[in-house]
Antibody
Framework: EVQLVESGGGLVKPGGSLRLSCAAS????????MNWVRQAPGKGLEWVGR??????????DYPAPVKGRFTISRDESKTTLYLQMNSLKTEDTAVYYC????????????WGQGTLVTVSS | EIVLTQSPATLSLSPGERATLSCRAS??????LAWYQQKPGQAPRLLIY???NRATGIPARFSGSGSGTDFTLTISSLEPEDFAVYYC???????????FGQGTKLEIK
């Protein structure tokens, strides 16, 4: 059974930092492209970034609102995905989901249950 | 940055009716377009990938079409469990940035 379990969310002050983790199991983590997606309260979905598999170069891409502040990394030995968030702003308040892109292998993707990050003074 | 515009913002239909949702891209995304369904309190679920391929386990009443800049999600006959918010997402290779549309809320009439 595929599982993605996010952790690390919480309350942080503007300008602060937070690191989210996503523990993955039940699939070939090393071959999966992984994403972070967020959803502000009552709003739509926003893609936060992606890291390719090591075999595809392990490179990362980010949209403009988080580029230079957020960093995605992965630990193959722990099958864990990370999102390091620095210089947090109030507009970063959202539920953060990690996703595993298994479309090529299984014609589907998987999402975690999400972790809430609240940026407030 | 590629912008996706979904229409309508809200669609009010009855069970058994046909639903047609639109997604327009600001520039060509070829066929790299996906559709998601999200119900309250749940993570999104992938319905369609590469514009017209149903994801694993998705009922045949869901279908996707289009290429380039104009895409459509069709639900042939609405079931009560289909009332939800639907998002399109582009996954073009260049620029290598995924973006979501703002969503269409499908509500019971």
């Amino acid at each position: 059974e595929v599982q993605l379990v996010e952790s690390g969310g919480g309350l942080v002050k503007p300008g602060g930092s937070l690191r989210l983790s996503c523990a993955a199991s039940g699939f070939s983590f090393s071959n999966a492209w992984m994403n972070w997606v967020r959803q502000a309260p009552g709003k739509g979905l926003e893609w936060v970034g992606r890291i390719k598999s090591k075999t595809d170069g392990g490179t990362t891409d980010y949209p403009a609102p988080v580029k230079g502040r957020f960093t995605i990394s992965r630990d193959e030995s722990k099958t864990t995905l990370y999102l390091q968030m620095n210089s947090l702003k109030t507009e970063d308040t959202a539920v953060y989901y990690c996703t595993a892109d298994l479309i090529s292998a299984a014609a589907r993707d998987y999402w975690g249950q999400g972790t809430l990050v609240t940026v407030s003074s | 940055e590629i912008v996706l515009t979904q229409s309508p913002a809200t669609l009010s239909l009855s069970p058994g009716e046909r639903a047609t949702l639109s997604c327009r891209a600001s520039q060509s995304v070829s066929s790299y377009l996906a559709w998601y369904q999200q119900k309250p309190g749940q993570a999104p679920r992938l319905l369609i990938y590469d514009a017209s391929n149903r994801a694993t386990g998705i009922p045949a009443r869901f279908s996707g079409s289009g290429s380039g800049t104009d895409f459509t999600l069709t639900i042939s006959s609405l079931e009560p469990e289909d009332f939800a918010v639907y998002y399109c997402q582009q996954r073009s290779n260049w620029p290598p940035l995924y973006t979501f549309g703002q969503g269409t809320k499908l509500e019971i009439k």
